[in-house]
């Protein structure tokens, strides 16, 4: 097997929980290059999961003008993910970058350009894809159980789960709150699941009802309210051009009794589904109602220690063998821009009370 070398770019939060530790359980990848703005993170990072002789930098234009990479994971703000992403490309190399695509439509629109006249590829993390209820459910959808599907749901909803650390509450650096942090995965995990793109009109609805509240009850404890220059809840109705329907919702702070985010439910001809509390589909048979379960856990061999399981390693491992020319992207980049831009449409749609005509 051939050694895969890889650069990770911003060495904060979403890089140690999730792409430095995924990366580390796929055979022949050596993370040989980190940096950060703050250079004993980079540092940290290298000693943790870097490969001998593995180097740092404070500049991302160091770390890919330095050579010798087979891709780069962009791990930074949302700010600055078009136009690292769009360097890395010009620069021959293969692109991970985390969600949401960019900060705006325009940029998430220009590293798909990118991507297509440097030949190289770029993929987005929308690791829900890679859940084992997700693929069990892509798997019923493509085989027609569900029949047509005209309507959704997509969940992204958290009772008071504020992130207090990082940018996260930084509209400058985000773009905005849990609309484009979580309802991102809701909504790119919906599309794909029903396998249409086509856009027709967006309308939506951005509050900031909670957030300078003190002292707040929150999971990672009181937020600043003078920090807080996001939303705390968003709300979308997308129509498609087939005529068919999704209602998005997303917050970081709600007064709702059941939370749930990354999920969906959906509508179709012949079942629906949804995924609270595991996998159900619903439907009619021999005229009579019915609610199965599906099981998606392997269970029954406790000593198994193969390949994990987990969604973020699974993308991982995908993301690589793609990179070796042994398979194809699942998220495309193309695919990432629709998510981009109708997170964009929703802001507009609240800011002008205007329907966003696709």
């Known amino acids: ?12 939060g979403i890089a140690n929980g999730k792409h430095m530790p995924s990366l580390k359980t796929v055979p022949g990848v050596e993370m040989v290059a980190f940096c950060d703005i703050v250079g004993e993170r980079a540092e940290k990072a290298a000693q943790q999961y870097g490969a001998e002789g593995a180097k740092t930098y404070t500049s991302y234009t160091e770390l890919i003008n330095a050579g010798g990479l087979d891709a780069v994971h962009v791990c930074t703000p949302n700010s600055s ?11 021959g190399l293969n692109v991970m970058c985390e969600k949401p695509m960019a900060k705006t439509a325009d940029g998430a629109r220009a590293m798909v350009a990118a991507a297509k006249k440097s ?3 770029l993929t987005i993390g929308y690791q829900s894809r890679y859940r084992a209820d997700s693929q069990a459910l892509k798997q019923r959808i493509d085989a027609g159980e569900l029949g047509e ?11 008071r789960a504020v992130p207090t650390w990082g940018v996260f509450l930084d509209e400058e650096k985000q773009g905005g709150g849990p609309l484009i942090d979580i309802g991102t995965h809701a909504l790119d995990l919906t599309l794909w699941l029903m396998g249409n793109y086509e856009v027709a009109s967006v309308t939506g609805s951005v509050f900031r009802k909670l957030a300078d509240r003190e002292n707040a009850a929150n999971a990672w404890g009181p937020w600043n309210p003078k920090e807080y220059t996001v939303e705390d809840s968003a709300f979308g109705f997308i129509k498609l051009k087939n005529g068919a329907t999704i209602y998005l919702e997303s917050s970081w702070a709600l007064n709702v009794r059941e939370a749930g985010e990354a999920k969906c439910t959906l509508f179709g001809t012949e079942a629906g589904s949804d995924m609270n509390g595991g996998l159900w589909i619903n439907g009619e048979h021999n005229s009579r109602l019915y609610d199965t379960k599906v099981q998606t856990e392997a269970g029954g061999v406790a000593f198994y220690d193969g390949a994990s399981s987990k969604a973020e390693d699974i993308e991982a491992r995908v993301w690589i063998e793609a990179v070796r020319g042994n398979g194809k992207l699942v998220v495309t980049p193309e695919q990432a821009c629709v998510v981009s831009e109708v997170l964009e449409a929703i802001y507009k749609s609240s800011e002008t009370g205007q329907t966003i005509t696709f």
């Open 119 to 121: 030949g190289k590829l």
């Open 81 to 91: 993910h078009h136009e690292i992403a769009i360097a890395a490309l010009e620069s």
């Open 1 to 12: 097997m051939s050694t895969t070398k890889v650069g990770i770019i911003g060495c904060g």
């Open 149 to 159: 599907i005209y309507m959704a749901k997509a969940h992204a909803v958290r009772r």
